[in-house]
């Protein structure tokens, strides 16, 4: 018997292995597709696509694959389009509508995908209309780029996107996605991951990094990719800035802590008033989330009681544990009930001197405050509070410019001015995209121009009225970029009533959303503004 030489032998055993590789990487894919293995982990549905996001019925329409339901929207659309008008709408959260639309959610309206279908259909009797929603929470550009890519060989008529808020880290290299779309690789990490006792599990928002040129380049190149598919294909574009929650207080990370835990001192044990009961919403779910989300949105009166409830029992919220105390001292300070317990918990979140400014702008003295802040090391949240001394002041302008920057260097998952700059600059270079300022439109509505709690329901996302109205400039860039298609704004109150949206204020819309989410919970750990 001849002895195969040792280059022939490599060879044989490099095609063996790869043979091995090949076959198993196929088995675990069929696995996962069948339900009986899972292999991607949370913050990777949010990074990459790894897997077809539609596929046929075998009826004659395309439907979102389970893995895709685990990051957007539930959708069926036919495959021959014929005369429909088909829409896809990409991007983030904002984009998605949460918090009244989220994944594996129906469709109960109250984002600007709902709205263009129901403006759309009543403007074009007779006419299919397909508004699919790709968007999905969390999701930075680098995926919106490659849903784009499946998107566009689904016959698009118009695409719409709305991507920018989570923008924290350099797009995955060609290496590392092909690598992510390999089921038997996804499942060596997973077992990799799980086997590390030691590391925290990793949060599924993208990281707000501190800003660097690359990670805008990468959102500029990505940006750039989708445009230039568009012209290849001559698929017309809406490319939205996004609105800016200027006035935003509350402490959002995107993924990361800010400063360091410290051991926090109990609130005092102060009933609430009897005006103040318990919300609805929290028969079933503890008082955490509602009073985030109502210090959020200003509400601080009804906030106050829920938040102090959630420290006494100790109930965990990722991301937000360190600075709970924060927002019952903040709250308590807004409500002129501040105490020495608010001032100290401020002095340990913020260090001594943005404790002290911030107290002197809570009791009126408003250049005693901006001396303090401007020698204050911590630059991103100084500015922050030099911008709502600039407001407490009238002084609109400067307030402007001020609480910008802090957004510049502190997004808190908000979109930075820089990057909605780059959105209008890509626009106005690509000749098949229409820009559509909503950053623009939200300050036309907000009052002094600055957008708060008017629109938001939290850091990013909107109340229901807030993403009617930015349907609103949409609705008209359509008929200019689809000749023959009427686009006209509703009644946007009726069609709220229509689709049993909350009718009332902050706290009943995060109330009734709350409950919504209780009652069908998202296949994620719930996280503030979710």
């Not at 088995?27 to 899972?38: H, N, S």
């Not at 924290?168 to 060609?174: D, V």
């Not at 409830?309 to 002129?336: K, T, W």
């Not at 009052?447 to 229901?464: Q, S």
Request: proline share 8%; with cysteine; aromatic share 6%.
């Amino acid at each position: 018997m001849r002895r195969l030489s040792t280059l022939r032998l490599i060879g044989f055993s490099a095609v063996v292995l790869t043979a091995v590789v090949l076959v198993g990487n196929l088995l675990v894919e069929r696995l996962e597709r069948g339900g009986l293995v899972e292999t991607s982990l949370p913050g990777d549905r949010v990074q990459f696509v790894e897997e077809r996001l539609f596929a046929p019925d075998g009826k004659g329409s395309w439907h979102t694959t389970p893995y895709a339901e685990e990051s957007l929207i539930r959708s069926r659309f036919a495959q021959d389009k014929d005369e429909a008008l088909r829409v896809f709408v990409l991007g983030g959260s904002f984009a998605m509508g949460s918090p009244y639309l989220l994944q594996r959610y129906p469709d109960r309206g109250g984002g600007i995908p709902s709205f263009l279908r129901r403006a759309l259909e009543q403007a074009n009797p007779g006419r299919t209309i397909e508004v699919i929603n790709v968007a999905a929470g969390a999701q930075n550009a680098a995926r919106v780029r490659s849903i784009a890519e499946q998107v566009f060989t689904l016959s698009p008529d118009l695409l719409v996107i709305a991507s920018c808020n989570n923008e924290g880290e350099l797009p995955p290299g060609a290496l590392r996605r092909f690598m992510n779309e390999q089921g038997g690789y996804r499942l060596l990490k997973r077992i990799v991951q799980a086997g590390a006792s030691s590391a925290a599990s990793p949060s599924w928002y993208t990281p707000q990094d501190p800003d660097t040129q690359q990670v805008r380049q990468g959102f500029r190149d990505n940006i750039r990719a989708v445009l230039a598919q568009a012209e290849a294909r001559q698929v017309p574009v809406l490319l939205a800035t996004l609105p800016v929650n200027l006035r935003y207080q509350g402490f959002d990370t995107g993924g990361h802590l800010i400063g360091d835990e410290v051991a926090m001192p109990l609130p005092p044990d102060v009933a609430p008033p009897d005006a103040l009961p318990r919300l609805p919403s929290l028969t079933d779910q503890p008082a955490c989330t509602t009073g985030v989300l109502l210090f959020e949105a200003q509400a601080h009166e009804a906030a106050l009681p829920l938040l102090r409830d959630c420290i006494r029992e100790g109930v965990s919220m990722p991301r937000l544990d360190h600075v709970l105390h924060a927002h019952v001292a903040l709250a308590e300070y807004e409500l002129g009930r501040a105490t020495d317990w608010s001032r100290q918990v401020l002095e340990q979140t913020f260090g001594p001197c943005l404790a002290q400014g911030m107290a002197l702008r809570y009791a009126g003295d408003l250049d005693g405050a901006a001396e303090q802040l401007s020698s204050c090391d911590d630059v991103a949240e100084a500015t922050r509070q030099l911008g709502l001394v600039a407001l407490a002041r009238r002084d609109l302008a400067a307030a402007d410019a001020l609480l910008a920057q802090a957004v510049e260097l502190e997004p808190h998952n908000r979109c930075r001015p820089s990057f909605n700059q780059i959105l209008r600059e890509e626009a106005a270079r690509s000749p098949v995209t229409t820009l559509v300022d909503l950053e623009s439109h939200a300050r036309s509505l907000s009052p002094d121009g600055l957008p708060g709690p008017e629109l938001y329901v939290d850091y990013c996302h909107m109340n229901w009225r807030g993403y009617a109205a930015m349907t609103g400039p949409f609705l008209q860039a359509i008929p200019r970029v689809l000749p023959g298609v009427v686009a006209e704004p509703l009644d946007w109150e009726a069609e709220g009533r229509r689709m049993g949206l909350p009718p009332g204020d902050a706290v009943e819309q995060i109330r009734v959303t709350n409950d919504w989410v209780r009652a069908d919970p998202m296949p994620y750990p719930q996280l503030p503004g979710w």
